[in-house]
C-alpha cells in the first residue's frame, strides 16, 4: 500500500518562502502537487515524472514554485517562494503509477494522497 506524508506547512508573511516535503513508499511515476482553499476546489500546482524529472507548473505559481526530487530518498519536495495570500491552503502530495503520458495537474490523474499540510501566508 502507498502512503504519502506531507510536512514543511506553516505561517508565513507575504513575500516570504517555505518548503513543503512529501515521503512515500512505493515507486510511483509521477507525483504532483496540489492545494485547496477553503470554498475552492483542489488545484494543481506542480508535477513530476519520477524517471526523467520532467516538470509542469500552474500558471499561477511559475516562477515561484519549483518540485524537485530526492528518488534515493523517496521524497518530493515543493520550494515555494515570493509566497502571496492567493497561496493559502491545503497542500496535498499526490502520486500515482500509470506507466504512460506525463506529469498532470488533474487531481483524476493520481490515485494516492497524503494527508495534507497547511500553508499560510498573511498580508
Known amino acids: 500500500q502507498v502512503q504519502l506524508v506531507e510536512s514543511g506547512g506553516g505561517s508565513v508573511q507575504a513575500g516570504g518562502s517555505l518548503r513543503l516535503s512529501c515521503g512515500y513508499t512505493g515507486w510511483p511515476y509521477f507525483m504532483g502537487w496540489f492545494r485547496q482553499a477553503p470554498g475552492k476546489e483542489r488545484e494543481g500546482v506542480a508535477g513530476i515524472s519520477r524517471g526523467r524529472g520532467t516538470t509542469i507548473y500552474a500558471d499561477s505559481v511559475k516562477g515561484r514554485f519549483t518540485i524537485s526530487q530526492d528518488n534515493a530518498k523517496n521524497m518530493v519536495y515543493l520550494q515555494m517562494n515570493s509566497l502571496k495570500p492567493e497561496d493559502t491552503a491545503m497542500y496535498y502530495c499526490?502520486?500515482?503509477?500509470?506507466?504512460?503520458?506525463?506529469?498532470?495537474?488533474?487531481?483524476?490523474?493520481?490515485?494516492?494522497w497524503g494527508p495534507g499540510t497547511q500553508v499560510t501566508v498573511s498580508s
Open positions: 499526490a502520486a500515482d503509477f500509470r506507466l504512460y503520458g506525463g506529469p498532470t495537474l488533474q487531481a483524476s490523474g493520481y490515485n494516492y
